[in-house]
C-alpha cells in the first residue's frame, strides 16, 4: 500500500447509513475520496465539491443534536 495520508473528518455524516464521524477523507490524483469506515460508502470528488458538501454538515452537527 502507498502511503496515503488518510483524515477523518470531525462532525461529519455519512450520507448512506447516517454514522458520525466514519467519514475518511484521502486525495487520489486531484480527487478527494471519501469513504465511511462502517458501510463502505465510497465517493469521489472534487475538493471545491468536498467543501460544499461535507462542511456544511460539520455545521449543522451543531444544530441539530441527535439525542
Ligand atoms: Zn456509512
Do not use: Y
Not at 477523507?25 to 468536498?50: G, L, N
Amino acid at each position: 500500500m502507498s502511503a496515503t495520508r488518510k483524515r477523518f473528518i470531525a462532525g461529519a455524516v455519512c450520507p448512506s447509513c447516517n454514522a458520525i464521524d466514519t467519514l475518511a477523507i484521502w486525495r487520489e490524483d486531484r480527487v478527494e475520496v471519501v469513504e465511511c469506515v462502517q458501510c463502505k460508502h465510497h465517493q469521489r470528488q472534487t475538493e471545491a465539491q468536498v467543501e460544499k458538501h461535507i462542511r456544511p454538515q460539520e455545521q449543522v452537527i451543531g444544530i441539530f443534536h441527535p439525542e
